[in-house]
């Protein structure tokens, strides 16, 4: 499976700041994805990332708020803008279809715990 | 109805005893599926994949029932360090997003 990194892991922001979170995978994939999973609960997709062109995103989910790049294969970023206490939660990045992977057999990054104050 | 719906638990049962989770799922032409292990505070790990025929790895069974639309995972002999969340995961196929399972708490007991 791939190795996938996450920058940074924790930190903690001050209402209306942005922070943006770096994921970066050892190998090519296909699909890259960032998830929200706020305590005690289960994830839930915020966009999917494509590769050279503007992010897929879920419903409640819009580019203002979250805005995501993916500049190649490799690598994508994901930020959280004018941030409130509400957005205080892990935020995950995973990734589907490395060599040898099956379908929709995805690996996750360690995440990145962002408190908002 | 839920895409993918899982009883959260918690499960509490002691060492050496079998376990098994149920999920449901609603989309009838899912064609992935897999359970994912999460221990408090890291990211999901995937467990297994769950095939139409059924598998299994060591103590830990995974049956698909497709007429049901249900997955479920069996885990025998359970050891303290089984204690963990266990999500369901459904999924199209091919390079598209999946659903996730809100997940199901097991803690194992000495």
């Known amino acids: 499976s791939a190795v996938i990194s996450q920058k940074p892991s924790r930190d903690i922001c001050q209402r209306g700041t942005s922070l943006t979170i770096q994921c970066q995978v050892d190998s090519q994939v296909t699909m890259m994805f960032w998830y929200r999973q706020q305590p005690g609960q289960s994830l839930t997709l915020i966009a999917t990332?494509?590769?050279?062109?503007?992010?897929?995103?879920e419903s409640g989910f819009v580019i203002d708020k979250f805005p995501i790049s993916r500049p190649n294969l490799t690598f994508s970023t994901l930020t959280v803008s004018n941030m409130s206490p509400e957005d205080s939660s892990i935020y995950l990045c995973?990734?589907?279809?490395?060599?040898?992977?099956?379908?929709?057999?995805?690996?996750f990054g360690p995440g990145t715990r962002l408190t908002v104050l | 109805r839920k895409e993918v719906e899982q009883d959260p638990g918690p499960f509490n049962v002691p060492e050496g005893a079998t376990v098994a989770f149920n999920c449901t799922y609603s989309?009838?032409?899912?064609?992935?599926f897999f359970w994912y292990r999460q221990d408090c505070r890291k990211e999901p790990k995937l467990l297994m994949s769950?095939?139409?025929s059924g598998n299994e790895d060591g103590r830990f069974t995974a049956q698909l029932n497709r007429a049901s639309q249900y997955i479920s995972l069996l885990i025998r002999d359970s050891k303290l360090s089984d204690s963990a969340t266990y999500l369901c995961v459904v999924g199209p196929g091919g390079y598209q997003k999946v659903t996730f399972g809100i997940g199901t708490k097991l803690q194992v007991i000495p």
């Open positions: 995973s990734v589907d279809g490395t060599s040898g992977s099956s379908y929709n057999e995805q690996f």
């Open positions: 990332a494509n590769q050279g062109s503007e992010a897929t995103y």
């Open positions: 769950v095939y139409s």
């Open positions: 989309n009838s032409a899912s064609q992935s």
